[in-house]
């Protein structure tokens, strides 16, 4: 099993920009995609992000496109979300997320961490 813990959460006004942290431990994390999603009150979880294990090809939602930059450092089994131009409806808490090369579906996840943007 894969652990995975989020950081970096915290409220922030429209236009402003926050950073998201996902510390991974427990197997070989440079061979897994990595996603971020986010789930806000009253609605279902949505997926954000994904990079493969190369980082050559990340992939947004279009809600978030241009806005946000996923990345990862294996060597520090660790993938950020820089999020810019942040928007109200950007708020939610947001979820890391692992997929083994051989798995069809994100199976590892985080606790989650807290974003709110305010007006």
């Known amino acids: 099993q894969v652990q995975l813990v989020e950081s970096g959460g915290g409220l922030v006004q429209a236009g402003g920009s926050l950073r998201l942290s996902c510390s991974a431990s427990?197997?070989?994390?440079?061979?897994?995609?990595m996603g971020w999603f986010r789930q806000a009150p009253g609605k279902e979880r949505e997926f954000v992000a994904r990079i493969s294990w190369s980082s050559s090809s990340p992939y947004y939602a279009d809600s978030v496109k241009g806005r946000f930059t996923m990345s990862r450092d294996n060597a520090k089994n660790t993938v950020y979300l820089q999020m810019d131009s942040l928007k109200p409806e950007d708020t939610a808490v947001y979820y890391c997320?692992?997929?083994?090369?051989?798995?069809?579906?994100?199976?590892?996840w985080g606790q989650g961490t807290l974003v709110t943007v305010s007006e």
């Open positions: 997320a692992a997929r083994a090369p051989d798995q069809s579906q994100f199976r590892y």
């Open positions: 427990g197997r070989t994390f440079s061979r897994y995609s």
